[in-house]
T-cell receptor, first 111, second 112 residues
Framework: TQLLEQSPQFLSIQEGENLTVYCNSS?????LQWYRQEPGEGPVLLVT?????EVKKLKRLTFQFGDARKDSSLHITAAQPGDTGLYLC???????????FGTGTRLQVFP | NAGVTQTPKFRILKIGQSMTLQCAQD?????MYWYRQDPGMGLKLIYY???????DKGEVPNGYNVSRSTTEDFPLRLELAAPSQTSVYFC???????????FGQGTRLTVV
């Protein structure tokens, strides 16, 4: 059973388009993280969201934590080829020291 | 500023062979993790550790073993390698606040 489900699994878009990636769970988390991974590299942290309903912006990327702290979204405005990569959500479930990752969303942005 | 260092970067094993993937971090982090990543997929947790001498199973521990004798090192042992263990393996560490996980560059393992 996958604790963190991401959708869509794949996304192929043209430069300039907007997109949203979702991370859903039936569990509640104290915080949730988003990472980006480029080919041949390990994941790198983009943001951590902590408070239910929280919205964080990182240039053209907007992250939101659901009010119930069970889900999160990542919205990219005017995507660029440099945004291409694998986007992963991750969280530490309550009462555990395991860091669990989502199923991943592979984004390809064409010029 | 080394961070998390994994060795080797690539390895080809024959079925039934054994090997140890090395992971070292220089950030004095308590938490360390081993993940495997199959092509185009997310990360599956194999084993993790909350400090020297303490390890526990993750989601997919079968076929692997770990030890944590020091804070810095967290080696992953594969016994009797199988083709299903062909994957990219990532080691990660996190500090006490668990605000961010730092990853190594990965070990690409092929079992033939």
């Amino acid at each position: 059973t996958q604790l963190l489900e991401q959708s869509p699994q794949f996304l192929s878009i043209q430069e300039g388009e907007n997109l949203t990636v979702y991370c859903n769970s039936s569990s509640v988390f104290s915080s949730l993280q988003w990472y980006r991974q480029e080919p041949g590299e390990g994941p790198v942290l983009l943001v951590t969201v902590v408070t239910g309903g929280e919205v964080k912006k990182l240039k053209r990327l907007t992250f939101q934590f659901g009010d119930a702290r069970k889900d999160s979204s990542l919205h990219i405005t005017a995507a660029q080829p440099g945004d291409t990569g694998l986007y992963l959500c991750a969280a530490w479930p309550y009462n555990t020291d395991k860091l669990i990752f989502g199923t991943g969303t592979r984004l390809q942005v064409f010029p | 500023n080394a961070g998390v260092t994994q060795t080797p970067k690539f390895r080809i094993l024959k079925i039934g062979q054994s090997m140890t993937l090395q992971c070292a971090q220089d950030m004095n982090h308590n938490y360390m993790y081993w993940y495997r990543q199959d092509p185009g997929m997310g990360l599956k947790l194999i084993y993790y550790s909350v400090g020297a001498g303490i390890t526990d199973k993750g989601e997919v521990p079968n076929g692997y073993n770990v030890s944590r004798s020091t804070t810095e090192d967290f080696p992953l042992r594969l016994e009797l390698a199988a083709p299903s263990q062909t994957s990219v393996y990532f080691c990660a560490s996190s500090g006490q606040g668990r605000t961010e996980a730092f990853f190594g560059q990965g070990t690409r393992l092929t079992v033939v």
